[in-house]
């Protein structure tokens, strides 16, 4: 180990600072060990980006002797903060936090993920000398065993490492795992659900079901956030599991019973219509600051008025949504009977021979779709193109699992650059449409010529926008529809690229 602040190791249950006296290396010992106990509050976001990326961030304590501690990948405390988080967006950090932790967490809010009564125990490591080299704890919680942490002190680095490879060396294990993910149920959050692994040899019927069931499943756990507005991801989460659904309904559509598929379109056309407004208004009120720093100079304050009715709307359709998804229809929905679909037995052959066929009849329909776009095309051909893109981007995801993971990434890469475009000149669109009956909203209601012109110069920034955008699409067609892209294509299904 070299240079780091902090080891963490894990241990079985009941580990005692004793136990680990007894493996140091020889003429250490330990001295003024003593116990404490807390209530510890761990927080995440929904998806565990810090846990992900190796971080973990907890509340201990309460009233005035609550801290917040965020803890590195290598072990070592990197902030710690008086109290406890009482806004939780990562412009809201402390300093020191948000510079560590602000862009991973991006726009998602930090949640409790779980909560237990954890004992900590700590003791110094001396050596032949009696000098203190390194500082030792256990930190136990019931159910999720004992984390050990080797703290060095300036200077004694190296002797700090003897004591670690000794604790490593009686068999306890190195980890940057949170100890809140062994936590027992009753005690951990809000688990994303896993998805599903394909394996070749799946029935077509069976591979679906289990997909479907993993999409319900994330909207059915988006839901309860959508509703309290801890971030706007959960409902962005929730339509993109909406959008998944109903792509592979369509692509697959032709090889199983319509009576099965249609009902369950409409359902899931029904949830994407009801959470277009919410999501809508999400985007604009995110897009706001950058609308205001394009304008120029003092005009951005001008906007003022428009953020306000822009707010007011948001609160008005996100209470309609919360009575859409507390809905019987919602529930009948993500509970939904996939029994019918898993017992389909189409006649196609294998899995995987299947979603080579699916991927590659998605990809024929974009370079067609694409081919057809000309300089007099309308916005609305652009549109459809992008639609196109998503259900070859979520065929792709689908069956990853059967195909070489090298050729799906270089695949995905390939048409990721496509629909950044797509989605850039989309984006403009709408939000300038929305912004000009926005404006409408803000003349009749007497809100002044300021906000009445910067919303104007915002309407045709947004226009600037989508211009740019449209004029680089055909660039950016060409290149995806090039031999090597097309090359790509073909490595991925096994078929020619026609």
């Not at 009696?130 to 256990?138: E, H, P």
């Not at 700090?160 to 980890?175: E, F, P």
């Not at 056309?269 to 277009?276: A, E, H, Q, S």
């Not at 990721?416 to 009749?444: I, P, R, S, T």
């Amino acid at each position: 180990m070299s240079d780091t602040p902090a080891s963490l190791g894990t241990a079985p249950d009941g580990s005692h600072i004793a136990d680990l006296g007894q493996i140091l290396p020889a003429g250490h010992g330990l001295v003024t060990a003593k116990s404490s106990r807390y209530r510890r509050i761990w927080l995440d976001t929904f998806d565990h980006r810090l846990a992900a990326s190796g971080f973990t961030l907890y509340q201990q304590g309460a009233g005035r002797s609550a801290r917040t501690f965020l803890v590195g990948p290598e072990g070592g405390v990197m902030a710690v903060f008086e109290g406890t988080l009482a806004k939780k967006m990562a412009g809201d950090l402390p300093k020191e936090m948000a510079k560590v932790i602000g862009k991973l967490l991006g726009l998602r809010a930090l949640l409790e993920v779980g909560r237990a009564a954890v004992t900590v125990t700590s003791a110094a490591v001396v050596d032949e000398l009696d000098k203190t080299i390194c500082r030792l704890w256990i930190e136990s919680a019931e159910g999720a065993g004992s984390r050990v942490s080797i703290v060095p002190l300036t200077g004694y680095q190296t002797e700090a490492d003897l004591v670690c490879s000794a604790v490593a060396a009686a068999g306890l294990s190195w980890s940057q795992r949170p100890m809140w993910l062994d936590l027992p149920e009753g005690s951990r959050h809000g688990d994303p659900p896993l998805r599903p692994t394909l394996v070749p040899e799946e029935r077509a019927g069976t591979a679906v079901a289990r997909l479907l069931a993993h999409l319900f499943a994330q909207i059915e756990l988006n839901a309860p956030g959508a509703i309290a507005r801890h971030d706007t991801e959960f409902l962005h989460d929730l339509r993109v599991a909406v959008r998944r659904g109903r792509s592979a309904l369509k692509l697959l559509s032709p090889l199983l019973p319509p009576d099965e598929i249609e009902p369950l379109a409409a359902e899931l056309k029904w949830l994407g219509d009801v959470t277009t407004a919410a999501r809508d208004l999400d985007v604009q009120l995110l897009q706001l600051p950058l609308v205001r720093s394009s304008l120029p100079s003092h005009w951005g304050n001008q906007l003022d008025p428009l953020a306000d009715l822009l707010a007011h709307k948001r609160r008005q359709s996100h209470k309609k949504l919360a009575q859409h998804l507390s809905s019987e229809r919602f529930w009948g929905l993500v509970g939904w009977d996939l029994g019918p679909l898993q017992a389909a037995e189409p006649d196609c052959g294998s899995l995987e021979d299947l979603a080579a066929g699916i991927i590659a009849s998605a990809h024929r329909r974009v370079l067609r779709r694409g081919g057809q776009i000309g300089d007099d095309s309308p916005p609305e051909s652009l549109h459809s193109l992008r639609k196109r893109c998503k259900e070859l981007r979520y065929a792709i995801e689908f069956f990853s699992d059967l195909f070489d993971p090298a050729a799906v990434a270089t695949a995905i890469k390939e048409l990721k650059v496509l629909q950044d475009n797509l989605g850039e000149h989309q984006d403009a669109e709408v939000h300038a449409a929305m912004l000009a009956k926005l404006g409408e909203e803000l003349y009749a209601s007497d809100a002044g010529p300021g906000a009445i012109l910067a919303t104007g110069m915002a309407i045709a920034a947004m226009a600037e926008r989508q211009a740019v955008a449209r004029s680089g699409f055909h660039e950016y067609f060409v290149r995806f529809s090039r031999p090597a892209a097309r090359a790509a294509f073909a490595s991925l299904t096994g078929r020619p690229v026609r």
